[in-house]
């Protein structure tokens, strides 16, 4: 993203600089700045995806446990709706457990 932002700062000082320069060169410009904010929504979304499971799961923690299984691992233990399918893939366990609770009782 800092070198969309660079080239894009270069592309504008170079239009100051030159007035003259071609409508092209302006249009240029400006897809590169629209590019940019499109790469950025698409990270805000994503950062806003993960802050809601964050939330979600943290007001889900039940206990901790500072000697899991007698190893010295530490382990948190959270609470997920019943029959909530659970996999290797954190995102779509917790994804599906959003889910899963928020269509208890909904009927």
């Known amino acids: 993203m800092k070198q969309q932002i660079e080239t894009i700062k270069r592309r504008v000082g170079a239009i100051r600089r030159n007035p003259d ?8 410009a400006i897809s ?7 790469s950025i929504d698409g990270r805000l979304a994503a950062l806003e995806a993960d802050a809601k499971r964050y939330r979600w799961l943290a007001a889900r923690l039940l206990a901790a ?22 996999s290797a893939d954190c995102n779509a ?3 599906a457990a959003m889910l899963a609770k928020s269509a208890v009782g909904a009927a």
């Not at 320069?21 to 240029?28: C, E, F």
């Not at 590169?32 to 499109?38: G, H, I, M, P, Y």
């Not at 446990?65 to 659970?86: I, K």
């Open 21 to 28: 320069m071609t409508p092209t060169h302006a249009a240029l």
């Open 32 to 38: 590169e700045v629209a590019d940019a904010l499109e």
């Open 65 to 86: 446990d500072f000697d899991y299984n007698g190893d010295g691992v530490q382990a948190l233990v959270f609470e997920l709706p019943v029959g909530c399918a659970v």
């Open 93 to 95: 366990t917790i994804d």
